[in-house]
């Protein structure tokens, strides 16, 4: 799977991303501004064929789909809800606990538990 990873991510989400066997892609590798907006990011990523990673409530909270949004998101979201340190070991406890994921789920990640929820489809 191909991820856009947080700018202010550290490099060691990005590896445990890859040692997971997926791909993390930045901002700047998708000719996106590194101070766009949550649902800008949300746009590229969809626009990019690119799962979605958020790291604090702020942006989780701006990207899911809401009653005003016409649009569904349709890909993965991710949330770490972990510190930076904690974060690589969130990652690795995602991937040991499921293998592959599934789009139109929110994948809530810390270092002790993951949970799966249905997104927002869109208007309710």
């Known amino acids: 799977m191909r991820f856009l990873l947080p700018d202010d991510a550290a ?21 996106l501004a590194a101070d766009a907006s949550p649902i800008d990011r949300r746009e590229a990523a969809r626009r990019h064929q690119l799962e979605l990673i958020v790291t604090n409530r702020q942006s989780l909270d701006a ?13 993965t979201l991710i949330f770490l809800n972990s510190g930076p340190s904690d974060a690589p070991l969130a990652v690795h406890r995602l991937f040991d606990r499921y293998k592959r994921l599934s789009p139109g789920r929110l994948y809530s990640v810390s270092p002790q538990r993951v949970k799966v929820s249905q997104l927002p489809s869109g208007p309710l």
């Open 11 to 31: 490099d060691d989400v990005r590896q445990a991303f890859a040692e997971a066997g997926h791909k993390v892609m930045t901002s700047a590798e998708i000719d």
């Open 63 to 75: 990207v899911l789909p809401g009653s005003g949004d016409k649009a569904t998101f349709g890909r």
